[in-house]
């Protein structure tokens, strides 16, 4: 597995861990749930600034739920 594939994965792996759809990500990051859906199943690889988008987006989901 690539790193880019790692990446993919653990990002799915904590969304899945704190119970986060992908379209929730996508709102958040401001990118299509095809997208992430593409990135997932290898159809596509994420550009630098994509993925990044994707990853702080989860993250403020999951700081955004602590509070709750």
Aim: glycine share 2%; net charge positive; charged share 20%.
């Amino acid at each position: 597995m690539d790193y880019t594939a790692h990446a993919i994965s653990e990002l799915y792996a904590v969304a899945k861990h704190h119970n986060i759809k992908a379209y929730e990500i996508a709102n958040e990051a401001g990118i299509t749930r095809v997208t992430l859906s593409n990135w997932k199943n290898k159809r596509s690889e994420p550009m630098l600034g994509a993925y990044l988008a994707a990853f702080h987006a989860l993250e403020r989901i999951i700081a955004a739920k602590a509070v709750d």
